[in-house]
């Protein structure tokens, strides 16, 4: 004969509601035998609450019972000023928190980042033209040189050259155009080699640095 399979466990709650159903029952039981019969009458016309009330009375002292529900709102006090300074201090937090994540995470603007990319090319010139190494302005020219030619590509002036690219300017476009004209031709000096044995002075490479500069402005570069 086939063995029978053992059945299942009771769930948890199904045991604490069996209990909860037994002990309601021994309490029915109690209060209509010792406190007041618990009919439908007895209920509905008030009688049974009455009577419960009045017994629980003469059992406990009415100050007890007041001193009871006064402890509790004494708790309930201590428990709402705990709420309310945890909740002000998550909102603190979540705060901060935010402000971290936005700095962290803030959205990348291109246009102030070539404002400072712009900035800091026309720094590292700058530096090489307040040295006092010759050589250090030569190099100042050629880098500003390069600067007004990626200006003028990004412009759309079309050429191989910045003297083929200024050439399709306008010279209304800029006032300091025949300035920036002499700048490009004392970078040309330079970068072809006649003017590397040249005495170029730091007033001279001073004003052609100021030119491409005020060309720059112009431009909107700068």
Avoid: C
Wanted: glycine content about 4%.
């Amino acid at each position: 004969m086939a063995e029978k399979a053992p059945s299942p466990a009771p769930a948890p709650d199904t045991i604490v509601r069996d209990v909860a159903i037994v002990l309601g029952i021994a309490l029915f039981i109690y209060v209509g035998n010792n406190i007041t019969p618990l009919t439908a009458d007895t209920i509905s016309s008030g009688e049974a609450p009455s009577a419960i009330v009045s017994f629980l009375l003469d059992k406990v002292p009415l100050e007890t019972i007041q001193n009871f529900f006064l402890s509790l709102r004494s708790t309930f006090a201590v428990l709402g000023v705990i709420f309310l300074a945890g909740a002000f201090w998550a909102t603190l937090k979540i705060w901060e928190i935010h402000h971290i994540v936005h700095e962290k995470y803030a959205p990348i603007h291109l246009d102030e980042m070539a404002a400072k990319e712009k900035l800091s090319q026309w720094q590292v010139v700058l530096d090489h033209v307040n040295s006092e190494s010759p050589a250090e302005w030569k190099i100042a020219i050629l880098e500003a040189d390069d600067i007004l030619d990626e200006i003028l590509e990004d412009q759309g002036y079309v050429g191989e050259t910045v003297a083929e690219k200024l050439k399709t300017m306008s010279r209304t476009k800029i006032a300091s155009y025949d300035d920036v004209w002499e700048a490009h031709k004392v970078r040309n000096e330079i970068a072809h080699g006649g003017a590397i044995e040249m005495d170029l002075s730091k007033k001279m490479a001073r004003d052609t640095i100021a030119k491409f500069g005020n060309a720059f402005k112009e431009l909107g570069y700068l």
